[in-house]
């Protein structure tokens, strides 16, 4: 069978209910939707970037799902009031594994922070806070109803209408967002005020998916289980 790694996050405040550990994790929803669509979900966690390339021998493509902002420094600005919390242990670890999945051409998907790293590490750059997007039309991109609720709508074109239509209403968590794109890839879906919502590879032979919104979230809704079944159909 097919197998899906998914990058795990780190809880480590301190919780009675983790027995005051830390702790690795991911939303079920990640698992759900690979198991669903009929691969089996393979948990990397947080480790060594050294040990990178063990990880990816057990697993055929990688998902990496939402998370912490994204470090600044790592697209050239330096780090500001407007940044939230940052992991360096994951950037790093995350930096290296995208870096080699890209070098092995294994199909590569991003959630949310997950969208936001691949670019970065393919040369693109981020807005550090939702309040330096300039547009007349504004958006709350960190929604207040529950992530199982759409919040907003984004417009597609290209690959990402071929998949889910010319209009998707969709989830959104995040204040950090796609600033310039990386030349290696191609937007295929924006918010009304102009932000990048998913994009795709720009190289034919190459399956790189992101997506700002969070499909694991909405993992019974049908458009969320395109999202996966599209993913998993790339893996050969």
């Known amino acids: ?100 999945v890209l070098e092995k051409n294994m199909p590569l998907m991003g959630f949310c922070r997950g969208a936001q790293m691949i670019n970065v590490v393919l040369g693109g750059t981020l807005y550090q806070d939702e309040s330096m997007i300039e547009s007349p039309v504004k958006i709350e991109h960190q929604q207040k109803n529950p992530m199982s609720d759409p919040s907003h709508y984004v417009s597609l074109a290209g690959a990402g209408a071929d998949l889910l239509g010319d209009r998707l209403a969709v989830n959104s968590q995040h204040h950090q967002a796609i600033h310039e794109l990386s030349d290696q890839l191609l937007p295929v879906a924006y918010a009304d005020d102009g932000i990048i919502e998913a994009f795709v590879a720009k190289n034919p032979d190459q399956t790189i998916l992101g997506y700002q919104w969070h499909p694991e979230l909405m993992v019974t809704a049908e458009d969320s289980i395109k999202i996966f079944r599209n993913f998993v159909n790339t893996i050969k």
């Open 1 to 100: 069978m097919k197998k899906v790694g998914i990058v795990a996050n780190q809880y480590i405040q301190d919780s009675a209910f983790f027995q005051h550990q830390d702790a690795t994790f991911t939303f079920q929803g990640n698992v759900t939707g690979i198991q669903n669509v009929g691969a089996v979900p393979v948990l990397i966690p947080i480790q060594h970037p050294e040990h990178v390339d063990e990880y990816l021998k057990l697993v055929d493509a990688v998902l990496i799902p939402g998370g912490q902002d994204v470090d600044p420094t790592l697209y050239g600005e330096k780090l500001s009031s407007m940044t939230g919390t940052i992991s360096k242990p994951r950037d790093k670890f995350e930096l290296e594994l995208i870096t080699k």
